[in-house]
Nanobody, 117 residues
């Protein structure tokens, strides 16, 4: 069973930065792509950033230019560097991986990010 473990959430002030990490229990090449999603209270879960094995990235319009997704295959990890944080970035952030085999989707347990002064 594939496991994804997130870390790095917490409290930040507006304009501040946080870096999220997601470590997989298996080789990242197992996955078609990996992504970060977020879910704010009372809202649907949405995709924030996505990265392919070849390093192609895509971002939610509202975070483009402020967030950066990256990967380190040797560490079996992806990261989300979040800069210039805004209160509307407050949400639970989830790591997602879609397997090449059978397109199975895996989720991490989520990590809370709160942006407040």
């Amino acid at each position: 069973q594939v496991q994804l473990v997130e870390s790095g959430g917490g409290l930040a002030q507006p304009g501040g930065s946080l870096k999220l990490s997601c470590t997989a229990s298996t080789n990242l090449r197992t996955f078609y792509h990996m992504a970060w999603h977020r879910q704010a209270p009372g809202q649907e879960r949405v995709s924030v950033a996505m990265i392919t094995p070849g390093g192609i990235t895509n971002y939610l319009d509202s975070v483009r230019g402020r967030f950066t997704i990256s990967r380190n295959d040797e560490e079996r990890s992806i990261y989300l560097q979040m800069d210039n944080l805004k209160p509307e970035d407050t949400a639970v952030y989830f790591c997602k991986a879609v397997a090449v085999k059978g397109a199975t989707t895996y989720w991490g347990q989520g990590t809370q990010v709160t942006v407040s002064s």
